[in-house]
Structures are given as C-alpha cells and as structure tokens.
C-alpha cells in the first residue's frame, strides 16, 4: 500500500483516518470492453431509477434486498455470501452487526444479503443516486469529525437494537484500500452492551477472478464517480460477505473495548495484519 503525499488528516485526535489514497487502488485483472462499460452504466442507471420508483416501499426489507441485489448484477458484480448467511442474530434484541470498510458497496452488498439499519458519514446522503436511496432506506448518519454527536447516536443505536432492529456499523470509522487498516473504534459497541444485543462481526473482502483486489476501494480524496468508473469497468469483480458467530458480551465483564477487541479479531482473522 502506497501512501499519497496529500493524504486527509484526522479532523481531531480522536477521529478515524486512513493514509489511503487514489494510488492504492489497482486492478487485478484486464478491464472489460467499451461495450461492455457502456451496458453496464445503463443498467445501474435503471436499477436506481427502479429503486427510486419503489418510493417508501424501499424501507421494506424484501425490497430493498432485491434492489440492492440489482444493483450489483447491473455493476457486474458477483455476490458471494459465506459462512450462516444471516447477519441478524436470533433473539428479541436487533444485533449489532460490524464489518471491515473498504467501499461504497460495502452497504449495497450488505444489503443484498440482509437489510439492516446503516449507520453512514453524512456525506453519503448527498452522493448523486444512492443519497436518496439511502434516506429512503432508513440510514442513520453521522458526521465524523464532530465527537458531540456520539452520545446521541450510541443513544439512538441501542434504542433501534431494544425494538429489535438490527444495525451495521463499520468500526474502523474509514475505508482502507484493502481493508486491513485501522483499529476498530469502540464508541458503537457501547450501543450493543447497553441494549444486551449479540454482535454480529462480518469479514468483507474483493476478488477478481480469485485475486484479491483494491479495485473496489473508494479511500483518501476518490470521488463517486471516478470510483464508479473503476468498479464498472472491472472484470471477474467478486465480494464476499463471510457472517462470522454472534459474539454475546457477558455483563458485568465485557467493556466496550473488550469487545471491539474480540469482534476485530473475528472480523480480521489470521490471515490479515494486526493493525486490520
């Protein structure tokens, strides 16, 4: 990983950053033809406007599973779910539900697999196509560089979680090109043990053709749409959601840190850094 001499610096000390950039992100494997790019761009633009059509009906989770799951067969991406395949937990509390970050698909492939509750920056809700799309879904938002507003959204995270509606959040705050930077924050995880929910970690990973690859990446100062014009132009593009056993944090015992600990040794594993 290659890091860009104008890399973001973190808004304040307690803020998430990565030193990731537009330079990390590679194919691995020979583009797709113009033809093909352009077939492309004109069935993501209709699976939008399908969604968009679907108006509040979005919010339905049979809905917004189908059209997430649209979206990616119109980017020409294969979903490739792993282990239980669920990412809610049994039980009467909601789960928290914590991935590794690398991308803006991250959500719509999460969604493919199960709609749950977002908990996205505030920049995403004004993304051209999927902002909208995103509101509709019922996505809380945050702004990241601004510490005042994580009590209120713990607070709002454990109420969801009590109804029994199931949340996902990315620990580590920012994507990395690879998703194997970046500890995972522990603000969020205190939502989970206030509501007595399970957590669910969930590893993400991009392939081509079986090769790992950055392409899917949307780190340091990418745009949407130069991100867009990667990832559709990508051949053979896998992600794989691997859902990993319920971690249930023992009262009394567990901390807030003790369990973002445990879920990021889950989500990780061996096979990536320390530092995931």
């Not at 001499?5 to 992100?25: E, K």
């Not at 990616?72 to 991406?77: E, V």
């Not at 949307?218 to 130069?226: A, Q, R, S």
Request: proline share 7%; charged share 20%; aromatic share 6%.
């Amino acid at each position: 990983m290659t890091v860009p001499v104008n890399a973001n610096l973190p808004a304040h000390a307690w803020a998430a950053w990565s030193p990731c950039g537009p330079s990390c992100v590679t194919h691995a494997a020979a583009r797709v033809p113009a033809t093909t790019i352009a077939r492309r761009y004109a069935s993501f633009g209709r699976a939008i406007v399908g969604a968009l059509r679907s108006g509040e009906r979005i919010a339905e989770p049979e809905t917004l599973r189908s059209r997430a799951a649209a979206m990616l067969d119109a980017l020409g991406i294969r979903l490739e779910p792993a282990g239980d395949g669920l990412l809610s937990a049994p039980g009467g509390t909601g789960t928290l539900v914590v991935a590794n970050h690398i991308s803006w698909l991250d959500i719509i492939a999460l969604l493919a697999v199960e709609p749950v509750i977002m908990l996205a920056k505030r920049e995403v809700g004004g993304w051209p196509m999927v902002g909208p799309l995103t509101k509709r879904a019922g996505t809380m938002f945050i702004d990241r560089g601004s510490l005042r507003e994580l009590p209120r959204t713990v607070g709002e995270m454990a109420d969801r979680l009590r109804d029994g509606r199931s949340v996902m959040v990315f620990p580590q705050g920012v994507t990395w090109c690879a998703g194997t930077g970046g500890s995972f924050r522990r603000a969020t995880f205190q939502a989970a043990i206030d509501a007595g929910a399970p957590i669910r970690p969930v590893t993400l990973d991009y392939v081509q053709h079986g090769a790992p690859t950055t392409v899917a990446a949307f780190v340091g100062e990418d745009d949407f749409g130069t991100s867009l014009r990667r990832v559709i132009s990508a051949r053979g593009l896998t992600v794989r959601v691997t859902a990993h056993r319920p971690l249930l944090p023992v009262a009394g015992v567990d901390d807030r840190r003790t369990v973002a600990a445990r879920a990021q040794a889950t989500v990780c594993g061996a096979r990536l850094s320390a530092h995931c």
